[in-house]
């Protein structure tokens, strides 16, 4: 099952990077930076929990992945944020000693709301340094793999025609195709997006 989970997410890299190089150019669009707490008491989660964490965050330009022309010419707001992420990249870093931190990569949705607010959307995976065999009196989260999908969901508000700010939860975990240690890790927080 390792080498199945290896190959979905070399799979995953590949989309994110091919949907670039695809793209006339790659260009930063947006950088976001802000905080989250990990595994909050409130989740159930046991280990790693309570644990504050510093995000940061780039977005790249929108890329059409459309490559059956399924929503060719179809110009609904839907459609065209459906065929037209954006790729991302970036980090969740926890400073405590029995936390994990991971680099992630992956495709963001936007579904603009009106003029102010937005929903986003994420699929992609990460690397961690996280625990993969946690012994059971230890804090740390026995994720089962040092490679896992992530997912997340975001509101956010355009504060400024370059400024944004989004609550996000996000999520990660192999959705047990490593074998049956899938602690997963669950972080909610907050960022400051800045538009280029």
């Known amino acids: 099952m390792t080498k199945l989970i290896k190959t ?8 994110s990077l091919s949907c670039m190089v695809a793209s006339a150019e790659i260009v930063i ?4 930076f802000g905080g989250a707490i990990a595994q909050p008491e409130w ?8 644990q504050w964490v510093v995000t940061a965050e780039v977005l790249f330009s929108p890329v059409n992945i459309d490559f059956l022309n399924v ?14 992420p954006r790729p991302h990249i970036g980090g969740l870093f926890n400073f405590n000693s029995d936390g994990t931190s991971s680099l992630y990569t992956g495709l963001t949705w936007h ?10 959307a994420t699929f992609g995976f990460g690397v961690n340094d996280g625990e993969t065999e946690t012994d059971p009196g230890s804090n740390r989260a026995n994720l089962g793999s040092n490679i896992l999908f992530r997912e997340s969901i ?11 700010f989004t609550l996000q939860a996000s999520h990660q975990s192999h959705a047990n195709l490593a074998g049956d240690d899938n602690y997963g890790l669950t972080n909610f927080g907050g960022k400051l997006g800045f538009k280029f």
Do not use: C, H, K, Y
Request: avoid cysteine; proline fraction near 2%; aromatic fraction near 8%.
């Open 43 to 50: 989740t159930g989660q046991d280990r790693e929990q309570d």
């Open 111 to 120: 579904f603009p709301m009106g003029d102010v607010f937005f929903l986003e």
């Open 71 to 84: 929503f060719e010419g179809n110009d609904s707001v839907l459609a065209q944020a459906l065929v037209n």
């Open 154 to 164: 975001a509101l956010g508000v355009n504060i400024t025609e370059t400024t944004t």
């Open 29 to 32: 669009d947006e950088a976001r």
């Open 8 to 15: 979905l997410a070399a799979t995953t890299a590949a989309l």
